[in-house]
């Protein structure tokens, strides 16, 4: 009979930056135990999934086996790992435990959706423990861009593994707790199975910087301002916006927090007694009476969101306050790759107005919440496991860590997105491959990537939209000409005549042309009908779009 054994599996994170999602399972192969670390989302783009809401992780393998799944286990509030579960919480029915602060925001999310808050249960750290089946999972504290992170401790009967999250080493991180040595090496004193870890700065060679280098240089940069001072970050990074914060009330100035992110982050850390000594702020309606030289703003949309309050102050005001020449913009954030462009069409707008925008160039105003290859290697070097599995990251941030790993006494494997690795062979080994992918939250209702909706979507977008209607009697005999409407296509072609013309009369002459047995078979009249139409098209405008045929049958 096969032995129990310990089983790792990522549906999200692994192979790409958002979206966290991993499985770890516990028994005889196929009839394992599981529990779930983090289940996040990612954010869509016009250019791959135009109109999308969310993407969720594909979570049907899990949803298959939810009698199995013990719970859901959350290692802090970020979107990308917490953004899922009140999605999923009707699919999967699992307890989720997390932190204060993180169960704080979980149940906002779980009570927008109609979903019992109960449902989050509230997780003391380390060295408290939480027993779910065979695992015995404790919250370990861990420094990152967030209150409260936790790396996990996941005791099997086969040995211990440690989840990092996202963690930075950071001794002095302003909000939060710092960086704990100390206990990280007891953690690891009786010998680590597997250590599964971040993986989002393998590149970056320098060592990192502490959240309190940044303090000084912002407080410098408001103290020097004229005008209005405005300054976006990360909601999240409650550090960061109590660092604002402090900045514009030594400077002199009222301070006004603007989107609803970053207000409902602030008062999550309020309740959850983590943040404290906060600034006193003044509303909206109140900034605008304030002299521009004595108001701060700090505001959402440090990632270019279109929605966020950035945007809004870029396309003239938000809330009844303008930004105007001799003002100051500060990005106390990074642009997440693939966010550049919405970035730098806020810096131009507000350049337009003369507004002088300050970002992260220079490297003054902020530092990343991801641990640099040096703390990497540190981490390696606290826990020294037997296995390393990188998680949250690219391919290539995946692949470079495994090689870091190689002058050293511990396996490096590289694991994706639906790669089942078992922990407790030999040789880390893969055992199954599981088919993941991606969900869409489209409007009010989610969809499956490879449903068509959004391919069909993109479709139209890039060639345009013909419906053409076509009435026919019992006889199959043609009443009236067919007729079209356009979208998204240029009006007029090659000919010179507006291209609903060509395209009616190169319809009503095929249908002319055509035999009785193609008018009488519905689908082959359809396709010939789309078939004309796209051909027409291409021939005055050089595009072939997307073609609704509407036939009508009269009695």
Known sequence: MSENRVIYLPLGGAGEIGMNAYV???????????????????????????????????????????????????????????????????????????RAFTANIARRKMAEHGHPEKAVRTASAWPETITAGPFTVGFVPISHSIPESSGLVIDTPKGRLVHTGDFKIDTSPGVGEPFDHAMWEDIAKDGVLALM?????????????????????????????????????????????????????????????????????????????????FPSTVSPEDAKNVPRENLML????????????????????????????????????????GNERGVIRIINQF????????????????VSGHANRPDL????????PQIVVPMHGEHRHLREHV???????????????????????????????????????????????????????????LNGHVSVNVILDDDAELLGDPWCEIKGLAEVGQSRAPLVDVLEEDLSQFLGRAGSKVRANDEKLEEELRRV???????????KPEVTVIISRMS
Not at 50 to 77: C, Q, Y
Not at 302 to 310: H, I, K, M, P, V
Not at 351 to 366: K, R
Not at 534 to 543: F, L
Request: aromatic share 6%; charged share 25%.
């Open 24 to 98: 770890y399972g516990y028994g005889k192969p196929g009839k394992e135990r599981l529990i779930l670390v983090d289940l996040g989302v990612t954010f869509p783009d016009m250019d791959g999934s135009p109109g999308v809401d969310l993407i969720l992780p594909d979570i049907s393998w899990l949803e298959a086996r939810k009698g199995d799944l013990e719970a859901v286990f959350v290692t802090h509030a970020h979107e990308d790992h917490v953004g899922a579960v009140a999605h999923y919480y009707d699919r999967l029915g699992a307890p989720v435990y997390a």
């Open 197 to 277: 870890c971040d993986s989002t700065n393998v590149f970056s060679r320098h060592e990192g910087r502490s959240e309190s280098t940044v303090g000084p240089e912002i407080e410098k940069l408001v103290a020097s301002a004229k005008g209005m001072v405005a300054a976006t970050t990360f909601a999240s990074n409650v550090a960061r916006v109590k660092t604002l914060a402090e900045a514009g009330e030594r400077a002199g100035r009222s301070v006004c927090l603007m989107g609803r992110a970053m207000r409902r982050m602030v008062e999550a850390a309020v309740e959850t007694g983590v943040l404290k000594d």
């Open 298 to 337: 700090i505001v959402t949309g440090s990632q270019g969101e279109r929605r966020a309050a950035s945007a809004q102050l870029a396309n003239g005001k938000y809330q009844g306050i303008k930004m105007k020449e001799g003002d100051l913009f500060l990005f106390s954030s990074k642009t997440i790759p």
């Open 351 to 366: 350049s337009e107005m003369g507004v002088d925008v300050v970002d992260d160039d220079s490297g003054l105003y902020h």
């Open 377 to 384: 290697e540190a981490m390696h070097e606290i826990i020294r």
């Open 403 to 461: 090689k870091i790993c190689k002058p050293k006494p511990m396996k490096g494997v590289l694991a994706v997105n639906g790669t089942m690795i078992d922990l407790t062979a030999a040789t880390p080994t893969v055992v199954e491959y599981v088919e993941t992918g991606r969900t869409y939250l489209d409007g009010s209702v989610k969809v499956g990537a490879l449903d068509g909706v959004v391919r069909d979507r993109i479709r139209m977008a």
């Open 533 to 543: 139409t796209r051909h027409s098209a291409n021939a005055e405008i050089g595009k």
